[in-house]
């Protein structure tokens, strides 16, 4: 099975090394970052193209671009891994329109156009007759858009609640330890890389919000958008908030739900009993799926980082390979 | 509660052991005696602590055992919540806030734990409400949240679990 990857970022360096050294049947025919992209349709020496990478910053010709690779690149699969714009899902959304538009499969990491416009996409790929997958969108490693679409099938769901937002985690477990202001535990967590320079986008719970929102459709294909979700972040909570939730021999984490039965769709912080499954430390994620048949499902693991996610990519990646490409 | 049972023995205690089988304090056993009743039944009253969840698994295991429950006092039901809520808490008048809780005849503050880390800070509180059932306990956290948003406090719910 042949990929394009466009995006070399963490996400996409991750998922070409991984490939690269896993040797699982497939080959990539081209890569393209934001200024210069490489084509073979014999298959890229992905080393060669990481080196480059690291050494110049272009991983290849800047005449070639990742939309010139995605309309006209000899690929089965585009392997969309660009940054996650949420005003506008771009250049994402023009790349993964044109791949299924083609009849190619997509799986993609960009929470942007996948929150801005499941149902549009997904009837797109339906129309074509082609896989659309973004398991990497939601808690990183966890498995969670398999379990819900494939493990449960058949199930009804009730509701969805977690963790989502490793920063948020990794914040509200310093102050909860250590007695950490938010402003210290937001410079820790700075200083580690696992909070941005601009945090908002975690803090807010906007990050959050998102995955929310992608996973309320996966299930339900109920049309919400990221201007339903009620939205409280954390960067109010206080030192004394977290000790006078450890006095009840509980704690605070940053919870995102869907209950359609009770058409709520938040993110808030929350009181957790300390014991309570979702009271993960530091940067891990942790969802449970509540359903008819089999009771609460609670999938914990890491939340993101490269090879992480491109554990989700590639999971989506062989699942193509297995069910939807003919002669793999 | 108050419940019937048969003047033999061990039945009384046959009786009260599926409260303690759900979790329920038993905190009075108090006989009536009234001669009017059908001869070799005795009548039972029983005050005790339940979460309001397991009552009715409680009422059926109670009827399957041969025990009739002639009347339950749901005003003994208690239900206990606790929240954060972190702002300008005194500044915006905690009294009230309080107030509007205790005011409502079902449900009040019972408890309070407050920080207040300087004058111009932020401070944080913790507040257990107290309610008789659940419809009673969400309309007060719904209370507390118009407050809340009136008064620009940020309101730190503990998780409800759908099961």
Sequence with gaps: MRVAILGLGSVGRGVASMLARKGLGITVTGIADSKSGVCDPAGIDIAAVLEKKAKTGLCGDPAVTARAIAEGGEYDVLVEVTPTDVETGEPALTHIRAALAMGKHVVTSNKGPMALYFRDLTALAEEHGVQLRYEATVCGAIPIIQTIQHGLAGNT?????????????????????????????????????????????????????????????????????????????????????????????????????????????????????????????????????????????TEVGKGAGSVETASAVIGDLLFIKNCHVKGH | MKIEVKDAPGQLVAALRPISDAGGNIMAVIHEWDPTLRPKTRIVQVVLDLPEERLDGLITTLKAAGVTILRLGEERLLLKRSVIMIGHLMHTDLSDTVGQIDRTGYAEVVEMHMTMPGIAQRSSALLTISATNRTHMDEAVKILRTVAKKKDLLLVEPLEEVA
Excluded at chain 1, 220 to 243: R, S
């Design chain 1, 157 to 297: 769901v009730h509701a969805v609640y977690g963790v989502m937002n490793g920063t948020c985690n990794y914040i509200l477990t310093r102050m909860a330890d250590e007695g950490l202001t938010y402003d210290q535990a937001l410079a820790e967590a700075r200083e580690l890389g696992y909070a941005e320079a601009d945090p908002t986008f975690d803090v807010k719970g906007i990050d959050t919000a998102l995955k929310l929102v992608i996973l309320a459709n996966t299930i339900w294909n109920n049309g919400v958008t990221l201007k339903d979700v009620e939205c409280t972040g954390i960067d109010l909570l206080t030192a004394e908030a977290l000790t006078l939730a450890g006095s009840q021999n509980s704690t605070i984490r940053l919870i995102g739900e869907v209950v359609p039965e009770m058409g709520l769709l938040r993110v808030s912080p929350r009181i957790l009993p300390k014991k309570h499954p979702l009271v993960v430390r530091d940067t891990l994620n942790a969802v449970t799926v509540v359903t008819d048949m089999a009771g609460a499902i």
